[in-house]
Structures are given as structure tokens and as C-alpha cells.
């Protein structure tokens, strides 16, 4: 995986094999990891901002971070399972 992935591969840096290995194997996988580093960099840049909406993005941001750190668990998990079979 080139840049984009990067974020992930930085939180789950004990499996930067399984993330790269199934990004390039499920275009699904690839687009989450992808929107997950779209959503730290917006929300990087909300937490900078001095708008008066930054606030509610902030949590919007942080929110759909964990719900995509939680599928990207489960889609690594579950590659994990199918590797033992």
C-alpha cells in the first residue's frame, strides 16, 4: 500500500503485512483504509480551525474514525481466520 493507508498502518503497526496484503487483495478493504486516512486529515484539519462548526465536525470526524478503526478490525480479523483454515 503506497501513502494512503498510512494511518492505519501506523495504529496497527504489528499487522502492516495483513493490511497490505488484504488492501491489495479487496478493493473494499483498500477504499476503508482509505477513507480512514481522508477522515484523519479532516479531522486534523478541524481541530486547527477556529470555525464555528469545528467543533461538531471534530466529533463527526472522530466518530467515523472509530466506527472505521472497528470494520478494518473486523476485516483484519477475519483474514486472520481465514488464514488458519
Known amino acids: 500500500m503506497n501513502n494512503r493507508g498510512r494511518h492505519i498502518r501506523d495504529i496497527f503497526s ?3 503485512h495483513a493490511i497490505d496484503l488484504l488492501a491489495a487483495q479487496n478493493s473494499e478493504f483498500h477504499a476503508m483504509c482509505e477513507d480512514h486516512d481522508a477522515c484523519v486529515s479532516a479531522l ?6 477556529k470555525d464555528p462548526e469545528a467543533e461538531n465536525r471534530v466529533i ?4 467515523l474514525i472509530r466506527d472505521l478503526q472497528e470494520e478494518i478490525i473486523q476485516a483484519l480479523a477475519s483474514l486472520e481466520l481465514s488464514e488458519r483454515d
Open 44 to 49: 486534523e484539519y478541524w481541530a486547527k480551525s
Open 60 to 63: 463527526e470526524y472522530r466518530t
Open 14 to 16: 504489528d499487522q502492516k
